[in-house]
């Protein structure tokens, strides 16, 4: 059997074409990351709590894998990130192939287990920040 030959321009087409649209879907990732951490930074004030984040490697093209954007949001109440101790951090992943925006915190519980939360971004921000927020992720 022979095998088709592909016309070089349509396949240079479309090689660039795919790269162009994981790396639009990585930064719409890396963005909405980067949103929350804000959300998460200025609820955090409001209660007196200085929060600090980091997108380690954030920039890079990525594509979903188990789920999850590998892009992670790191995020510290206990000054800065790299300066914290790693267990105090909270790891934050935007969650692929979901309809909403929702999101996977992970942290270290005191079992020495790790603990997880998913949630819409306003549920993200009450649960790492402490803060009452007035309204929820499903209302209008």
């Known amino acids: ?14 090689t660039r074409g795919d790269l162009a649209i994981r790396q639009a879907n ?7 990351l980067r949103a929350l951490g804000k959300m998460i930074v200025e609820a955090s004030a409001t209660i007196g709590v200085e929060a ?9 093209i990525y594509d979903p894998a ?3 954007w590998p892009q992670a949001l790191l995020v510290s109440l206990d ?5 914290s101790d790693p267990e105090e951090i909270r790891t934050v992943r935007l969650l692929a192939q979901t309809q909403s925006t929702m ?3 992970e942290w270290h519980r005191a079992d020495g287990k790790i603990g997880r939360q998913e949630g819409g971004p ?3 921000v009450a649960f790492i ?12």
């Not at 059997?1 to 479309?14: D, F, G, V, W, Y």
């Not at 000054?79 to 300066?83: D, F, H, L, R």
Request: charged fraction near 35%; aromatic fraction near 6%; glycine fraction near 8%.
């Open 79 to 83: 000054g800065p990130v790299e300066e």
């Open 52 to 60: 600090d984040t980091s997108i380690p490697d954030g920039d890079r």
């Open 129 to 140: 920040s402490d803060v009452d927020i007035p309204w929820g992720d499903d209302e209008d």
């Open 1 to 14: 059997m022979a095998k088709q030959k592909t016309n070089p321009k349509l396949e240079q087409a479309l």
């Open 103 to 105: 999101f996977r915190v």
């Open 122 to 124: 306003f549920a993200t």
């Open 66 to 68: 188990d789920g999850l």
């Open 26 to 32: 990585s930064a719409r990732a890396t963005a909405v």
